[in-house]
């Protein structure tokens, strides 16, 4: 299915703004909405309940239903918003959902996937919301009446899903741009490692950072066990981190952040900085995308997370913008408490052959635990 067709079917349904978190299942889906020609409004939202809000908001704005996208990891984060506002027993705003299905069952997947794609089906039905399921063997014809059945749905102040298989979209011309940072992120990445000593404890966040982390401690330390991989919970390394910190003040911890997951849940900074952890420290890796699923912009260019973090009430906050302000991580480690935090500019160069845990995501918690002398 080409990505082009469907958004020109959405604005024949009257759609005229679409909002949402980008998804690896829908990257060639995303590539169309950023390349598209026709008059849809796009917005990246901070997380999935900002674009449900939004969507809310364009609904009442204009009388017309949005279309909200995302990767199935982000129902959670939007059925309040839907199940609080949106559904018919409250205000009955309706809205067209495009999901990501990751973990489809039978199909392999990253174990932050798995139980995410068992249930995925069964909350839209607990949602009331009525779904259909699109592949790669969906015809025009066939997406067209699901549609149809859509805009049945929406006109009556309801909301209707369509649930999109690995594969469904066609490959488009990529969205291609440049954020103008020349830094390389696993580069910055083997460089704070190599700066710190393995005692310290490091919480990394969702996607490419901490499969890189990953390998470059593997480079460094000979094995990874000092850091946990927030694989899943896009956004919450932070807390974890801080769950951590106030736990045991015997160790110094790390948390690397990227900017959209520190975007998705931005209220942790000034709690952590009302926490006064002495042992906290955050960098966010800023390459203005969600690098790890397509590089789609973020929409929030001119955040200075760094100003953001003392405004907050961190007590110090900074850009680094090159290797040797880097390769002083270490040392301001051992000198400076937090909670501090620092911003690293990167680009949005990776590598191709970028690998993934060997480990179960349980093995690797105990190896984590372990660490901690547990
Ligand atoms: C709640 C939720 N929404 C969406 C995703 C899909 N996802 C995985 S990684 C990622 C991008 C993360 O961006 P950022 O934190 O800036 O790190 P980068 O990939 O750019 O290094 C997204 C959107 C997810 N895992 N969870």
Not at 6 to 17: F, R, Y
Not at 134 to 149: C, F, P, R, V
Not at 273 to 287: G, K, L, R, S, T
Not at 297 to 321: I, M, N, S
Request: with cysteine; proline share 4%.
């Amino acid at each position: 299915m080409k990505a082009s067709r469907l958004l020109e079917q959405l604005e024949k349904m009257g759609i005229q703004t679409i909002t949402g978190v980008p998804d690896s299942t829908l990257k060639q889906f995303c590539d169309g909405v950023q390349t598209y020609s026709g008059s849809l409004q796009h917005y990246v939202t901070a997380n999935e309940g900002a674009a449900v809000g939004f969507a809310i908001g364009s609904y009442l704005g204009t009388g017309k239903p949005a279309c909200v996208y995302m990767q199935n990891s982000g129902i959670g984060n939007m059925v309040n918003p839907l199940a609080s506002l949106a559904n018919r027993d409250v205000y009955g705003i309706p809205m067209l959902f495009i999901v990501g299905w990751r973990g489809e069952p039978g199909v392999k997947d990253e174990p932050q996937h798995v139980f995410q794609g068992k249930i995925t089906c069964e909350l839209f039905e607990t949602l009331s919301v009525p779904y259909c399921v699109i592949d790669q063997n969906t015809s025009d014809e066939e997406m067209d009446a699901i549609l149809s059945e859509a805009e049945r749905t929406l006109s009556q102040g309801d909301q209707f899903a369509v649930i999109v298989k690995k594969g469904t979209f066609e490959k488009a011309a990529p969205f291609v741009w440049s954020n103008g940072n020349q830094m390389v992120r696993e580069e910055v990445l083997g460089c704070i490692l190599r700066g710190l000593s393995r005692e310290t404890i490091i919480v990394s966040t969702t996607g490419k950072i901490s499969r890189e982390l990953y390998e470059q401690s593997q480079a460094v330390y000979g094995d990874h066990d000092n850091i946990f991989m927030t694989v899943g919970g896009m956004g919450h390394a932070s807390m974890i981190a801080l769950g951590i910190a106030k736990s045991r003040p015997d160790k110094k911890v790390v948390c690397i952040d990227g900017d959209g997951a520190a975007l998705m849940h931005m209220g942790a900074l000034p709690f952590i900085a009302a926490q006064a952890p002495e042992n906290f420290y955050h960098i966010v890796i800023n390459n203005q995308a969600h690098e790890s699923v397509g590089a789609m912009p973020t929409g929030c260019q001119q955040t200075e997370f760094a100003q953001v973090a003392r405004a907050a009430g961190y007590c110090e906050a900074a850009k680094l913008e090159t290797m040797e302000a880097v390769t002083q991580i270490g040392e301001w480690l051992t000198k400076k408490t937090g909670p501090l935090l620092w911003e690293i500019p990167v680009s949005l160069e990776v590598r191709n052959n970028l690998g993934r845990p060997k480990e179960s995501a349980r093995e690797n918690k105990e190896g984590f635990m372990r660490t901690l002398g547990l």
